[in-house]
């Protein structure tokens, strides 16, 4: 299980692609579920599913070749190789975020709200597709030396001159990470989440807070201008819009003091991490363990500190609770 027999299932049909496959299937059942409950007209999902799905995928791919051109410049046809691997999540989401505001706009249907009763299926395909990594041998971390640590799923076996060296299996980090969100997603959205727009950034902030730390551990990442680890980048700005999303709606409630208590908090170890991201470390953090300290620290303030500002919102009602949707 270190390392998979075969990228293939059978014949020709790869894991990777049913995988994919098996993600958005669940993915548009729970939104088309939440969707009835909520009593939208029907096949909404279904008819934004068809437009978002082939766009959402050919974004990912083009994210990632924009951003790993030297890979494919000596053979241009290998971009629509999609089944070898090669679609960036980030790039995905943004093509879909575009195309789901302008089928929202045509339908007459709230953005946020849509937004809302997609963002759980996406957390779960996500946690489903990334296990076609592993059997496409990509998305992997930094070789493991401690032997304690060698064994499956926490680390991977990466074939490289012939020989199977241990690596950190990032790709099942990310995974445990998906599924998480989910599952919070989904109680939080019946008895936590008071505002249009909530499911969707918390789950935009979780997995950026949570990519920005797994990020770092990877051997694979995509940089821009050969430094800058892309998916760092893109993580620490999401994080920080969604804090002062929160931060702004607090202030106009009247909780000041709150504000201004925890509201510096994610910043203190923003400065440096900004400094990670655009490819400058101090000497003093130039170790992985370093970073990783640094990287987590911030993750975890940013999470924390939006719990806390969210806690104190005078809006007591839940939105999305079950006897308010089947009155």
Known sequence: MAAPS?????GLLPWYGVLIVV????AVLLASREANRLHLPEDTVIDLALRVLPLGILGARLYYVAFSWPVFRTHPLSVLYIWE??????????AGLLTAFVFCRRRHIRFDMMLDILAPGVALAQSIGRWG???????????????????????????????????????????VLDFGIFCFLLWGRRYFFRCPGDVF?????????????IENLRTDSLY???????????????????FLMLAFRHQASGTGFQLRLFSVLPFLPGIP???????????LLASVKSQLLLLGAFSLLNTLSAIVLYQQDQTSEVIYANHEMEK
């Open 224 to 242: 821009l201008s050969g430094r800058i680890r892309v998916s760092q980048l893109l993580s620490l700005m999401i994080c920080f819009a969604f």
């Open 133 to 175: 990594n592993y059997f496409n041998q990509e998305a992997y971390g930094i070789p493991v030396s401690i032997p304690a640590f060698r064994f499956f799923p926490l680390a991977v076996l990466i074939s490289e001159n012939g020989v199977s060296v241990w690596h950190a299996a990032a790709f099942f980090y990310e995974s």
């Open 201 to 213: 950034g918390s789950y935009a902030m979780l997995y950026a807070a949570g990519r920005l730390l």
């Open 23 to 26: 993600g958005i299937s669940l």
């Open 85 to 94: 691997g090669g679609l960036a999540v980030y790039g995905g989401i943004i």
């Open 273 to 283: 991490v900004l400094f990670f991201c655009l490819g400058w470390c101090p000497p």
């Open 6 to 10: 075969s990228r293939l299932i059978f």
